[in-house]
């Protein structure tokens, strides 16, 4: 088992082993209050902050892993450079599948 390492990311986080792809996100270790801001220009901060992240895919999988689960503290703040009305957006299109398209079976008619 690899050594652990202490983060300060989020309290809820705890410690995390080395390696994890957690220690290689530019929003953290730290204050990530930015990241839960009701202030539209605190979210576009987020948000660009984000774009230039080496492991937004990482984030982004394990928020939406989260916005479909149970986990209701994954589905808050900006992840993986999304806000939470487009991590639902993902969700619902990510579930909806294509309609099957109808055969045309043919009736009988008794006559």
């Known amino acids: 088992m690899p050594p652990l390492t202490a983060l300060t990311a989020h309290p809820s986080e705890g410690w995390k082993p080395e ?3 957690k220690l290689y996100a ?3 270790p730290g204050d990530t209050e930015l990241f839960f801001s009701k ?3 605190e979210k576009k901060a987020a948000l660009a902050i984000c774009n230039d992240c080496p ?3 990482e984030c ?3 928020a939406m892993t989260q916005e479909t689960g149970v986990d209701l503290h994954g589905r808050y703040g ?3 450079g999304t806000t939470p009305v487009q991590r ?3 969700a619902r299109s990510l579930n909806q599948r ?4 109808r055969r045309n079976t043919p009736t009988s008619k008794a006559g």
């Open 19 to 21: 390696g994890d792809w």
């Open 26 to 28: 530019e929003c953290g």
């Open 39 to 41: 202030d539209p220009m």
């Open 55 to 57: 492991v937004v895919s």
């Open 60 to 62: 982004l999988a394990e």
């Open 78 to 80: 900006i992840r993986g």
């Open 88 to 90: 639902r957006e993902l």
């Open 98 to 101: 294509p309609a099957k398209p």
